[in-house]
C-alpha cells in the first residue's frame, strides 16, 4: 500500500479503527499503543458480511464479499455508529465527526449509555460495569433501589422475593392501609380549588382562612392544591414527591404555551416525559433521548428553560411528537406473544417507552391501584409465558429478545 493517507485502518490487537491522515504508515494503534496492530492474529469478522475467517496479512479482502480489511476512502456511504446515520461525503478529507450527532467517535465502537439509579446521572463508558458513578461516586449506582411505594407518606421499601404486592395491607412507615392508592383530591364549592381532606377537617383550607393554608403545584404533571399539611409533599395528582430529594426528581427542561418537557428520574431510570396541559403525550428514556440528539446529558441539563435554545428544545417536542405513537406497534405482539387482553397490552406498550404505572394512570383516566393490579396480571402472563422477567433491569429493545414467531401458551 503506497499511500496511508484517507485509509481506514484495523487494528488486530484491540478492535480500534481509525483514518490515516498522513501519507507513512502508522507506527502504532492511537488507542492500544500496539506496533503490531497490522499482524492478524485470530479471527477476524467482515464489517460488511459478517463473514468470519483467519487473515494471513493485514491486506486480505473478505472471502465472501471482497471487502479489504484495510480501505481506502472515498465517496463511499458512510455509517456513524453512535447514532445510525448515514452519508456520503463529498469533502475530499475523511470526516473528522458525524454531520447529525458531531460525535468526532463517529467510526468507533458504539459506546453504549447508562444511568445512575442513585443520583439519575446518565454517562456513557467503555467498560460494562464501571465501579462507580462519575458523578455521585456510588458504587452501587446500578442496584435497585426500592420496589414499592406508599401514596400517602412517600416512604420506599423493598419487598421481599416471591411476596405479592397486593398481600402487603399497610405501609411500614404510617401504617397506612390506603398506602397504594393516592389521596383524593375535591373541588371546594366556596373558592373552586382544588385540595386534599385531611382525617379532621374535610373542607377547604383557603376557604377557613387557616394560617397554615398555603398553595402548591407539582412541577411534574401540573396539578395544583390547597394544603394545611406542610410535612407531606406528595403530589396528589401524580403521587411524585415535591421535594426532589432522594431517588425521585423531577425538573422542568422547557415549556411553552400548548407544550411542557419534563425530565422525571424514578425507580432508578431517567425518563423525558411530554405534556399537553395535563395530559401526558409521550414519554422518552433519557439515554435514548440524548444518544438520538447527539448531546450530553449535562447539555441537556444545562439548556433547561434557556429562550437561547428555544428551537432546539421545539425540535425535542417535535420529535417527540412524531413518534407519540409508535408505542402502538407493539400492541399486536403483547397480545399474541404473551396472550393479553388489548387493554392490558396498551398498558405495557405504554410501560416500555418509559412511562411510569402513575402516568399511565393519568393517561387512561384510571384509579392507580387498578393500574396496578393490571401489571400484576401482566407479570403472571409474563411467567406463563416462559419469558424471564427481571423489572429492575432495563434492556434498550426488549421487542428484539423474543421469537417474533413465538405464540402465546395461554
Same mark, same amino acid.
Given at each position: *500500500?503506497?499511500?496511508?493517507?484517507?485509509?481506514?485502518?484495523?487494528? +488486530?490487537?484491540?478492535?480500534?479503527?481509525?483514518?490515516?491522515?498522513?501519507?507513512?504508515?502508522?507506527?502504532?494503534?492511537?488507542?492500544?499503543?500496539? #506496533?503490531?496492530?497490522?499482524?492478524?492474529?485470530?479471527?477476524?469478522?467482515?464489517?460488511?458480511?459478517?463473514?468470519?475467517?483467519? =487473515?494471513?496479512?493485514? &491486506?486480505?479482502?473478505?472471502?465472501?464479499?471482497?471487502?479489504?480489511?484495510?480501505?481506502?476512502?472515498?465517496?463511499?456511504?458512510?455509517?456513524?455508529?453512535?447514532?445510525?446515520?448515514?452519508?456520503?461525503?463529498?469533502?475530499?478529507?475523511?470526516?473528522?465527526?458525524? =454531520?447529525?450527532? #458531531? &460525535?468526532?467517535?463517529?467510526?468507533?465502537?458504539?459506546?453504549?449509555?447508562?444511568?445512575?439509579?442513585?443520583?439519575?446521572?446518565?454517562?456513557?463508558?467503555?467498560?460494562?460495569?464501571?465501579?462507580?458513578?462519575?458523578?455521585?461516586?456510588?458504587?452501587?449506582?446500578?442496584?435497585?433501589?426500592?420496589?414499592?411505594?406508599? +401514596?400517602?407518606?412517600?416512604?420506599?421499601?423493598?419487598?421481599?422475593?416471591?411476596?405479592?404486592?397486593?398481600?402487603?395491607?399497610?405501609?411500614?412507615?404510617?401504617?397506612?392501609?390506603?398506602?397504594?392508592?393516592?389521596?383524593?383530591?375535591?373541588?371546594?364549592?366556596?373558592?373552586?380549588?382544588?385540595?386534599?381532606?385531611?382525617?379532621?377537617?374535610?373542607?377547604?383550607?383557603?376557604?377557613?382562612?387557616?394560617?397554615?393554608?398555603?398553595?402548591?403545584?407539582?412541577? +411534574?404533571?401540573?396539578?395544583?392544591?390547597?394544603?394545611?399539611?406542610?410535612?407531606?409533599?406528595?403530589?396528589?395528582?401524580?403521587?411524585?414527591?415535591?421535594?426532589?430529594?432522594?431517588?425521585?426528581?423531577?425538573?422542568?427542561?422547557?415549556?411553552?404555551?400548548?407544550? #411542557?418537557?419534563?425530565?422525571?428520574?424514578?425507580?432508578?431510570?431517567?425518563?423525558?416525559?411530554?405534556?399537553?396541559?395535563?395530559?401526558?403525550?409521550?414519554?422518552?428514556? *433519557?439515554?435514548?433521548?440524548?444518544?438520538?440528539?447527539?448531546?450530553? !446529558?449535562?447539555?441537556?441539563?444545562?439548556?433547561?428553560?434557556?429562550? %437561547?435554545?428555544?428551537? !432546539?428544545?421545539?425540535?425535542?417536542?417535535?420529535? *417527540?411528537?412524531?413518534?407519540?405513537?409508535?408505542?402502538?406497534?407493539?400492541? =399486536?405482539?403483547?397480545?399474541?406473544?404473551?396472550?393479553?387482553?388489548? !387493554?392490558?397490552?396498551?398498558?405495557?406498550?405504554?410501560?416500555?417507552?418509559?412511562?411510569?404505572?402513575?402516568?399511565?394512570?393519568?393517561?387512561?383516566? *384510571?384509579?392507580?391501584?387498578?393500574?396496578?393490579?393490571?401489571?400484576?396480571?401482566?407479570?403472571?402472563?409474563?411467567?406463563?409465558?416462559?419469558?424471564?422477567?427481571?423489572?429492575?433491569?432495563?434492556?434498550?429493545?426488549?421487542?428484539? %429478545?423474543?421469537?417474533?414467531?413465538?405464540?402465546?401458551?395461554?
Amino acid at each position: *500500500m503506497e499511500a496511508w493517507n484517507k485509509t481506514e485502518i484495523y487494528c +488486530f490487537r484491540c478492535g480500534h479503527r481509525w483514518v490515516s491522515r498522513n501519507d507513512k504508515k502508522p507506527e502504532s494503534c492511537p488507542i492500544c499503543r500496539s #506496533r503490531r496492530y497490522d499482524i492478524p492474529s485470530g479471527e477476524y469478522v467482515c464489517r460488511k458480511c459478517g463473514e468470519s475467517w483467519i =487473515p494471513g496479512t493485514f &491486506s486480505e479482502s473478505c472471502p465472501g464479499c471482497g471487502t479489504a480489511i484495510y480501505a481506502r476512502s472515498g465517496s463511499e456511504e458512510l455509517l456513524c455508529r453512535q447514532c445510525g446515520h448515514r452519508w456520503v461525503s463529498r469533502g475530499g478529507d475523511y470526516p473528522v465527526k458525524c =454531520p447529525s450527532c #458531531r &460525535s468526532r467517535k463517529w467510526n468507533e465502537q458504539k459506546i453504549s449509555s447508562l444511568t445512575c439509579r442513585k443520583c439519575g446521572y446518565v454517562w456513557k463508558s467503555r467498560t460494562d460495569l464501571p465501579v462507580k458513578c462519575p458523578k455521585c461516586k456510588s458504587k452501587t449506582w446500578n442496584t435497585v433501589s426500592f420496589k414499592l411505594k406508599c +401514596f400517602r407518606c412517600g416512604y420506599k421499601w423493598i419487598l421481599s422475593e416471591g411476596i405479592d404486592p397486593e398481600s402487603v395491607r399497610s405501609c411500614p412507615s404510617c401504617r397506612s392501609k390506603l398506602w397504594n392508592e393516592l389521596p383524593g383530591l375535591k373541588e371546594c364549592g366556596g373558592c373552586g380549588r382544588l385540595f386534599v381532606p385531611s382525617r379532621r377537617e374535610r373542607s377547604c383550607p383557603a376557604c377557613q382562612r387557616s394560617a397554615a393554608a398555603f398553595e402548591l403545584r407539582c412541577g +411534574f404533571c401540573g396539578t395544583g392544591w390547597v394544603s394545611d399539611d406542610r410535612v407531606s409533599r406528595l403530589c396528589p395528582g401524580c403521587g411524585i414527591v415535591l421535594s426532589n430529594s432522594g431517588q425521585e426528581r423531577s425538573i422542568v427542561l422547557w415549556e411553552n404555551t400548548e407544550h #411542557r418537557l419534563v425530565y422525571l428520574f424514578k425507580d432508578g431510570i431517567g425518563c423525558v416525559y411530554l405534556w399537553k396541559g395535563k395530559y401526558p403525550e409521550c414519554c422518552a428514556y *433519557m439515554n435514548e433521548l440524548v444518544d438520538a440528539l447527539g448531546v450530553r !446529558f449535562e447539555t441537556m441539563m444545562s439548556r433547561s428553560r434557556s429562550a %437561547m435554545y428555544e428551537k !432546539f428544545w421545539n425540535s425535542v417536542i417535535a420529535g *417527540m411528537l412524531e413518534k407519540k405513537d409508535s408505542y402502538k406497534d407493539n400492541i =399486536p405482539y403483547f397480545i399474541r406473544r404473551l396472550g393479553l387482553e388489548p !387493554f392490558q397490552a396498551q398498558i405495557l406498550a405504554l410501560h416500555f417507552t418509559g412511562m411510569s404505572p402513575e402516568v399511565i394512570s393519568i393517561r387512561l383516566k *384510571m384509579n392507580l391501584k387498578d393500574i396496578r393490579k393490571e401489571f400484576t396480571a401482566i407479570q403472571d402472563a409474563y411467567s406463563e409465558s416462559g419469558i424471564v422477567v427481571n423489572d429492575s433491569v432495563y434492556t434498550e429493545d426488549p421487542i428484539s %429478545m423474543y421469537d417474533p414467531d413465538d405464540s402465546p401458551k395461554r
